[in-house]
């Protein structure tokens, strides 16, 4: 009976140990999907936001949200957008580069403020990334004024460098100069000389305004001639005659305007040229560029030059 009741306390101890093994790991499985449905939540919203942030060009903010559902514990699908999307972010993110020189050379104790946040105290030749879009920087060093500049940023635009120049006026002056003590050069006399070409076109243009007047006087006069006499069965001799001296006036008065608009161009385009020296003052010639003419030129090329 003693050993009976011995197997029996035996069998309930190692009972009691197995519902306490069990009841542990029922724990343990309840809280396990609760902590993983919080870390995709997590994930997922940040998927989400990061789009968001992105296509209002907040790429700085977009970047971290990447970075938090990017991590391990993320479902995959949700891993393999973000890291695509993180390579995306990066590359159209914006990085400027700040190179400050002092009358020392390269200044490195500068004070950097950019948007009304102090971003570094110490310029080492590092990029820094910003957002795409305008920023206000405000550059404060240690031996000088401070500096304020407003740049633009233009979406992935690398490495761009911005230079402060805190050098004063005296170092920025050369050596002193070698005074001529030789009579200065006057001045060279520039003179627009009207081409002669711009006078043919003219006389051209008033010839041909006359010949279309004349024409067309002749045209009416010969239209109510045959009016009077045979219209409207007139001999094919006087309808060409009266549309031949109409054609005449058309032609001639387009031929008055196309004349008179060259002569216009001409006059207004006329380069100015100078004298080069007392020779060529005294002997009236002068090199010229477009269309131009001179006492002793001759027409060469339209476009051309006259000597």
């Not at 542990?24 to 919080?38: F, H, I, L, M, Y």
């Not at 995709?40 to 209002?56: F, G, P």
């Not at 076109?201 to 004349?214: F, P």
Request: net charge neutral; hydrophobic share 40%; aromatic share 6%.
């Amino acid at each position: 009976m003693r050993r009976f009741s011995s197997s029996k306390g035996t069998i309930g101890a190692a009972g009691t140990t197995l519902l306490l093994v069990i009841a542990a790991n029922c724990k343990a499985q309840t809280s396990e999907p609760a902590a993983s449905v919080d870390v995709r939540d997590v994930c997922l919203a940040s998927h989400e936001k990061s789009q968001e942030l992105r296509l209002s060009g907040r790429l700085l903010e977009s970047k971290k949200e990447l970075l938090g559902c990017a991590e391990e514990q993320c479902p995959s699908a949700v891993r393999v957008d973000c890291l695509r999307w993180l390579d995306e972010v990066e590359a159209a993110t914006p990085t400027i580069v700040l190179v400050a020189e002092s009358d020392r050379g390269d200044e490195m104790d500068v004070r950097v403020t950019i948007d009304g946040r102090l971003v570094t105290t110490q310029l080492d030749g590092k990029s820094i990334e910003l957002d795409p879009g305008s920023h206000q920087l405000v550059f404060d060093p240690k031996a000088a004024k401070p500096l304020e500049m407003r740049i633009v940023l233009g979406q992935g635009e690398k490495n761009r460098i911005i230079r402060l120049d805190f050098r004063t006026k005296s170092s920025l002056v050369p050596g002193a100069m070698p005074v001529s003590t030789g009579s200065a050069l006057p001045p060279p006399v520039g003179t627009r000389p009207v081409p002669t070409f711009t006078y043919v076109l003219g006389g051209v243009a008033v010839a041909s305004a006359i010949s279309a007047t004349i024409f067309g006087i002749s045209a009416l006069s010969a239209r109510k001639s045959a009016e009077d006499s045979c219209a409207p069965l007139c001999p094919e001799s006087t309808v060409k005659d009266v549309k031949q001296k109409a054609l005449l006036s058309d032609l001639s008065a387009g031929f008055a305007v196309l004349s008179a608009g060259a002569a216009t161009l001409l006059y207004f385009t006329r380069p100015t040229v100078y004298i080069k020296s007392s020779q060529a003052r005294s002997d009236g010639i002068f090199e010229h560029w477009r269309l131009g003419v001179s006492s002793t030129s001759a027409f060469t090329s339209w476009g051309g030059t006259f000597q």
